[in-house]
T-cell receptor, first 109, second 113 residues
Framework: AQRVTQPEKLLSVFKGAPVELKCNYS??????LFWYVQYSRQRLQLLLR??SRESIKGFTADLNKGETSFHLKKPFAQEEDSAMYYC???????????FGQGTRLTINP | GAGVSQSPSNKVTEKGKDVELRCDPI?????LYWYRQSLGQGLEFLIY????????KSGLPSDRFSAERTGGSVSTLTIQRTQQEDSAVYLC???????????FGSGTRLTVV
């Protein structure tokens, strides 16, 4: 069965510092990976998908099949990045997403 | 509608009572999902509906949990004989299906006392 692991429940960095939220997965096939974000008092929303190879709000994530990772990175953190971040996996041909436990990111001024 | 609507937004119930949570998906979305969000557990998949296919119930934690989707639109998640460990935020999401992502509702916060 597929599994998504986010090893850090809490992550705190200073404004302007680089940030990396870790995500590792276990799945033998070709996965589709996502990052979702939930800002305070807002709904969970899609941040980015690996197949889009896009940068959203300065965040990027690269799928590393060798290390089975999909870490989320931003070179210069901003206070508005403080939120709960979830990594999610969808196995080939499946509909449902499997989510990690989430990382609460706090950006200190 | 403009988004996924869930009701009620908050529900406090006594242990042992039954509760019903409602989800109104985005019009036209064929797929509907229920997840449970609790501290330390992340988002736990419960059930999903796709068109007229049989639902995937593999995530339901016990037979006290059930869900239905009427007319391919509104869905109701029912929890019978609620327990304190059922306290969580129940999230509904809908989608056009593969390869699209989900649109989430704002959730129902269930507290069992």
């Amino acid at each position: 069965a597929q599994r998504v692991t986010q090893p850090e429940k809490l992550l705190s960095v200073f404004k302007g510092a680089p940030v990396e939220l870790k995500c590792n997965y276990s799945y033998s096939g070709s996965p589709e990976l996502f990052w979702y974000v939930q800002y305070s008092r807002q709904r969970l929303q899609l941040l980015l998908r690996h197949i889009s190879r896009e940068s959203i709000k300065g965040f990027t994530a690269d799928l590393n099949k060798g290390e089975t990772s999909f870490h989320l990175k931003k070179p210069f953190a901003q206070e508005e990045d403080s939120a709960m971040y979830y990594c999610a996996l969808r196995r080939q041909g499946a509909q449902k997403l499997v989510f990690g436990q989430g990382t609460r990111l706090t950006i200190n001024p | 509608g403009a988004g996924v609507s869930q009701s009620p937004s908050n529900k406090v119930t006594e242990k042992g009572k039954d509760v019903e949570l409602r989800c109104d998906p985005i019009s036209g979305h064929t797929a509907l999902y229920w997840y449970r969000q609790s501290l330390g557990q992340g988002l736990e998949f419960l059930i999903y509906f796709q068109g007229n296919s049989a639902p995937d119930k593999s995530g339901l934690p016990s037979d006290r949990f059930s869900a239905e989707r009427t007319g391919g639109s509104v869905s109701t998640l029912t929890i019978q004989r609620t327990q304190q460990e059922d306290s969580a935020v129940y999230l509904c999401a809908s989608s056009w299906g593969l390869p699209y992502g989900y649109t989430f509702g704002s959730g129902t916060r269930l507290t069992v006392v």
